[in-house]
């Protein structure tokens, strides 16, 4: 699937206050959506030993799109396509990539 075109179907889901106006509501549920992937993968460690079920597996598949779908909104709220995050994303990489310092820690890297 096209990522803005993704995007463009999430936001006509969009159902919170001052939609086109609050980046702060997707921001807070992306926060949220992310702890419940933590959470649900802490607990394969804590009560699996680490082995994914399939069950696991497809409730975490449905975690990360929640995930995704705050991504989404919170993209359309700044004005960004997820295709346009996503490509800065690469790019970012690919040059930590080629200068040697993909691993470490700063953003500015």
């Known amino acids: 699937m096209d990522l ?3 995007q463009e179907g999430a936001r006509r889901t969009a159902r919170y206050p001052d939609v086109g106006a609050n980046p702060i509501y997707p921001t807070l549920g992306l926060c949220g959506e992310s702890g419940e992937v933590a959470d649900k ?3 394969v460690l804590r009560d699996q030993d680490g082995v994914f079920s399939e069950e696991v597996r497809h ?3 449905l975690e990360l799109g929640d995930v995704l779908w705050y991504v989404a909104q919170l993209a359309s709220e700044l004005g960004f396509g997820l295709d346009e995050i996503a490509s800065a994303n690469l790019d970012k990489l690919a040059s930590r990539a080629a200068r040697n310092v ?3 820690s700063g953003d500015e890297r």
């Open 102 to 104: 993909i691993a470490g």
């Open 4 to 6: 803005n075109a993704y």
């Open 41 to 43: 993968v802490k607990k």
């Open 59 to 61: 409730a975490l598949k």
